[in-house]
């Protein structure tokens, strides 16, 4: 079982730092979500990542820095890419560009493909980023198929059987992911909703290109049934059929509320933010409640409302068999 360090303990970062540079993997906080760390420029400690998680490789992996110089030292940043690192970063927002020619990062990485994800994370992240000198490559430290983890204990409920050491820093306060554009001749595409809402980047003067629907998936974390819990996900639930856990949202409840499964509520005063640092939490309580579906109340998709009905979605899309499945 792995050791579990908090993260404000005087040799956490050391201690992190000397694991990941003897190619070991380290499960970290972020804002967002905690990520399973791997030296980036380390092929068989990326490869390990892959393992742990049972991830099919041809997922890329986003490469987290400690400075926009050190991601402008890998990829190609245009004035509109560099405009966005300097009001998102540190923060919940991952910049696709193109990759230089001839950096450390392993391509295992970038999956092989002529693009790299990167992201400057907050707290804990950054500074063991800064410490290594080097990017990180951190998916979110959850199983292929399992919700990303908000917490240490659910980082060690799911793979903390597979690697060595988990650094604790409570629970992740943003709670999503983060949100993932594609930058190229100046141009911004939303790739996955996620912590920064897209309003907040049109606030900018900029204009941002939602991919069509059934557009080719260009984040291949993106497929459906991605996030999906054990139980099933039944959305925009206005009654609850007894013995359904219910998922709620604000202060009215659905009917039927009093015969279900268990109860919880992303933010009883109907506020997006406290519900999407809610999300994953709720969703692993309620389908530890062992009901066959989980009904989620509506609720509204502007701002981080986007982010939140996507990852629902998500868990709420029909299954593939095990081998079919491809997410992150
Ligand atoms: O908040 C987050 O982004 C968390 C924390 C740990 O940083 N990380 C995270 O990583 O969610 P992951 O691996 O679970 O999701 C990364 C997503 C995947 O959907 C992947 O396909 C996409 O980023 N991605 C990575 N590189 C890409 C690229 N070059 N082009 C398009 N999509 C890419
Ligand atoms: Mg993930």
Redesign the pocket.
Known sequence: MATILKADEPDALARAAEALDAGLLVA?P????????ADATNGEAVAGIFEVKG?PRF??????VASLEMAQSIGVFDETAVALARRFWPG?L?I?VP?KPDTAIHPL???G?D???L?M?RGF?AALVARMGRPVA?????RSGRI?PTSAEAVAADIGDRIALIIDGGAAP?G?????V?VEDNVVRL??P??VAAEEIEAMGLTVRRNAPGAAV?????LAS?YAPAAQVRLNAIRVNPGEALLAFGPDRAAGHETAAAVLNLSPDGNLAEAAANLFAHLHALDKADAAMIAVEPIPATGLGEAINDRLARAAAPRHGAGARS??
């Not at 972020?30 to 760390?37: N, R, S």
């Open positions: 970290i972020t804002e967002t979500v905690y990520g399973l760390a991830r997922n890329p992996l986003i490469a987290h919940p991952t696709v990759l990485v970038t999956a493909q693009t790299v994800a992201r994370p992240g951190a998916p979110s430290a959850n990303s943003v999503v992911e983060s949100t993932i594609r790739l996955r996620g912590g260009e984040a291949p974390g993106m991605h997410e992150d």
